[in-house]
């Protein structure tokens, strides 16, 4: 059989809000090339098969986040799996776990943007500096403080594999937490209490359960987990100072 004639079955998990609200699998057969991923075998599903199917992708670059999905019982970017490093002649696709479904593979996010927004991943500053004086300096070593939790591109998969979050929604999650400690080991900000303090109650980084499925899927290599560990320890720390020295300033 030569490559142009091999094809792979590919089951998508549908759900059409505007039919009767069930979900179910439906199977397309797609042509087979060694260098395809996953996202282009969705792609010609929608462009030569079914108009009907819906999903998310942007860049196709592994940069956005947008295309994630479980393929074959695991969160990863359809942009980056080929299909012949899953070897199987069947493909399950479905929409990210932990989220909502709006239609086929496309779940909502606000859930995850709320949280996003709470722990305010941008630079804080009491104060500001006019800017003729130029821009706030760091030296290498201080960026490397954060640089692998910058690497974040949102894409949830992290979320999708927490088994926390599954079971608990009000849990800050690990790309919230990654995120957040991006911020708070940054020299230039500020903003490291008001973090620390919505990031340790309810929900909050206390309640990770270190299972690391969060690390193991991230395709950044981010490593949520130990971003979610490193948090307690800050957490932590900024308790026994304020015991031990009242008036220093965090």
Known sequence: MTQETERVTIRVKRYIPEGDGQPFFQDYSVPFRSDMVVLDGLI??????????????????GVCGSCGATVNGTPRLTCETLLKDLKTPMVTVEPLYNFP???DLVVDIDDFMKKLQSVKPWIIRETEKPLKEGEFLQKPEEMDLYKQFSACINCMLCMAACPVYASDR???GPATGALALRYILDTRDEGR??????LTGKGGVWDCTF?????????KNVDP????????FESINDLVKTILMPGLKK
């Open 101 to 103: 479904v709006i239609k």
């Open 193 to 198: 209490e008001s973090r620390l303090s919505e």
């Open 225 to 232: 987990a130990r971003a979610l560990q490193r948090l307690k």
């Open 44 to 61: 010609y599903i929608k462009d030569h098969l079914d108009g009907s199917l819906t999903y998310r992708w942007s860049c196709r670059m």
């Open 170 to 172: 009000e849990f800050i």
């Open 211 to 219: 299972a690391g499925d969060c690390t193991v899927v991230c395709p």
